[in-house]
């Protein structure tokens, strides 16, 4: 259920297969022993203080735009509702710059000083989380939700902000 190759190496049927997966597949992969080993492996690389980059060498990238948008990570419906990038009283940022993030949740969290940059964040669920200095800059956002959320030194410059929900957020 996770592309293992790059897009650019896919046949066309992978391609098809990947871009095509419906919301629920998305969030269910993540659900399974090879989503959690994943996850897992993408927390040990942000608390090392790794970056996006080093996911490249377990999950592939998918396209899901038919412009000329490069591929994105396929990280789409990953769950990380209630997490806290707070360890040991130090905030440790995490990287999903370059990522493709659509349908994934971030509700109850605390992400910030992490990095969103050049990430698809469509349909994602940010609600109640702390996000405080993120860089959602040059993020695709088309309905994402950050309602009651703290997003105070946020940078969203030349990010796409189409239908997003903001009620309640602390923008400082």
Same mark, same amino acid.
Not at 152 to 159: I, L, P, S, T
């Given at each position: +259920? &996770?592309p293992?190759i790059p897009?650019?190496? +896919?046949?066309?049927?992978?391609?098809? $297969? $990947?871009r095509?997966m419906p919301?629920?597949?998305l969030?269910?992969?993540?659900?399974?022993?090879?989503g959690?080993e @994943?996850?897992k492996?993408?927390?040990?690389?942000n /608390?090392?203080r790794?970056?996006?980059t !080093?996911?490249t %060498? &377990?999950?592939?990238?998918?396209n899901? %735009? $038919?412009?000329k948008?490069?591929p994105?990570?396929d990280?789409?419906g990953?769950? *990380?509702?209630?997490f %806290?990038? @707070?360890?040991?009283?130090?905030?440790?940022? *995490?990287?999903?710059s370059?990522? !493709? /993030?659509?349908?994934?949740?971030f509700?109850n969290?605390? *992400?910030?000083?992490?990095? &969103?940059r050049? #990430?698809?964040? @469509?349909?994602c669920?940010?609600?109640?989380s702390? /996000?405080?200095?993120?860089? &959602? #800059?040059e993020?695709?956002?088309?309905?994402?939700?950050f309602?009651? #959320?703290?997003l105070?030194? !946020?940078?969203f410059?030349?990010?796409?902000?189409? %239908?997003?929900?903001?009620?309640n957020a602390d /923008?400082?």
């Amino acid at each position: +259920m &996770f592309p293992i190759i790059p897009w650019e190496k +896919m046949s066309t049927d992978e391609r098809e $297969f $990947f871009r095509d997966m419906p919301e629920e597949t998305l969030i269910a992969r993540w659900d399974s022993e090879e989503g959690r080993e @994943l996850k897992k492996k993408i927390i040990e690389i942000n /608390l090392s203080r790794g970056n996006s980059t !080093a996911y490249t %060498s &377990f999950v592939g990238t998918v396209n899901t %735009s $038919f412009g000329k948008s490069p591929p994105k990570i396929d990280l789409r419906g990953i769950n *990380f509702s209630e997490f %806290s990038n @707070l360890h040991h009283d130090e905030i440790y940022g *995490f990287d999903f710059s370059n990522c !493709a /993030l659509h349908y994934s949740d971030f509700s109850n969290s605390q *992400f910030s000083s992490s990095n &969103f940059r050049k #990430s698809d964040l @469509l349909y994602c669920n940010f609600s109640n989380s702390i /996000l405080d200095g993120c860089d &959602f #800059s040059e993020a695709n956002l088309t309905l994402s939700n950050f309602d009651n #959320s703290c997003l105070e030194g !946020a940078n969203f410059q030349n990010a796409w902000l189409s %239908s997003i929900s903001l009620v309640n957020a602390d /923008l400082g």
